[in-house]
């Protein structure tokens, strides 16, 4: 079992910047791919951004525009989720997951392991 634990939501104004983060415990040497979700009102759950484990590479949805950074500390199993410029279509329940298999990052069914999410608003 894994455990994940988000922080770092919050309420900002339009343009401001948050960074979230999520640690990982429990059976971290099964995690494959760790990977930022998010959930806007109206919407599916979508893929954010992702890294794989092993390999060190990362993947970002189309929609972030380069205002969404992934980063992560191995030695404190931690990843992180920096984002600039919010606007309020950004609002939503942000989710860390983790996927013990490799597999399409994005997919959401694909994943094992699941935080409790963190809220982020974003006011005009």
């Known amino acids: 079992q894994v455990q994940l634990t988000e922080s770092g939501g919050g309420s900002v104004q339009a343009g401001g910047s948050l960074k979230l983060s999520c640690t990982a415990s429990g059976n971290i040497y099964d995690i494959q791919i760790m990977t930022w979700f998010r959930q806007v009102p109206g919407k599916e759950r979508e893929g954010v951004a992702g890294?794989?484990?092993?390999?060190?590479?990362?993947h970002y949805a189309d929609f972030v525009q380069d205002r969404f950074t992934i980063s992560r500390d191995y030695d404190k199993m931690a990843v992180y989720l920096e984002i600039r410029s919010l606007r309020p279509d950004d609002t939503g329940v942000y989710y860390c997951a983790a996927l013990n298999r490799y597999g399409r990052w994005d997919l959401a069914s694909l994943y094992t392991y699941w935080g409790q999410g963190t809220q982020v608003t974003v006011s005009s």
């Open positions: 890294f794989n484990i092993f390999g060190d590479e990362t």
